[in-house]
């Protein structure tokens, strides 16, 4: 038990260390949260700051999705404490305790955990994903997509692994309520592209 809520805490603190956050802040000298759609995320930093900071980013928020499944694995020696390990770092990174529970959407660091907990459903994922953003250029959709098709895919092809299955209707739950908002502009046709720049004051 208390290998499972080791992994929790690491991986909740590992989300937390939100990577928008400490590259505006170190790289910039602003609040990622502050310019933009007010998301500290890789997105908004690239609309907000440039490739520079926004490759970093992506960087980070793989980088700890990745060091969150592979504590949970080592404090456990168990596939549920991958999980519960990937499940805690979106959450810190989407309610980061370092920075007044204000973060991301988490996708980048859930897409890093579903590459390493279920890598050859994650190919479909990811490959489908990227497809849905480069064709629409909204990469809500896209994220909204690969969240979606990872717990359907489950089902089909891993159907009688109730944990799996648990865990990535979980982390699309969380997919979804995140980007609510989204979700809102994209019925009324005012989600913003990719590529469109966000301006700093």
Do not use: C, Q
Request: charged share 15%; hydrophobic share 50%; net charge positive.
């Amino acid at each position: 038990m208390l290998g499972y809520l080791s992994a929790v805490i690491v991986g909740y603190l590992l989300g937390s260390i939100n990577s928008s956050i400490a590259v505006g802040r170190l790289w910039k000298k602003v609040d990622i949260r502050e310019l933009g759609s007010g998301n500290a995320g890789a997105t908004n930093t690239l609309r907000s700051l440039g490739v520079g900071p926004a490759v970093v980013v992506v960087l980070g928020d793989i980088l700890k999705g990745v060091l969150a499944v592979t504590a949970g694995g080592l404090l456990t020696d168990s596939e549920l404490g991958k999980m519960l390990g990937g499940l805690a770092v979106v959450l810190g990174h989407n309610w980061p305790v370092f920075f007044r529970f204000k973060g991301g959407k988490g996708i980048l660091t859930s897409a890093a955990v579903i590459v390493y907990i279920a890598p050859y459903i994650s190919v479909f994922v990811v490959v489908i994903s990227v497809l849905v953003i480069a064709l629409t250029r909204y990469v809500s959709l896209g994220s909204l997509t690969g969240a979606l098709l990872f717990p359907a895919l489950v089902v089909m092809m891993e159907s009688n692994n109730t944990g799996l299955l648990v865990f990535a209707a979980l982390l699309a739950l969380l997919a979804v309520y995140r980007h609510r908002g989204n979700i809102e502009r994209l019925v009324k046709g005012t989600e913003r592209k990719l590529g469109e720049k966000n301006k700093i004051d």
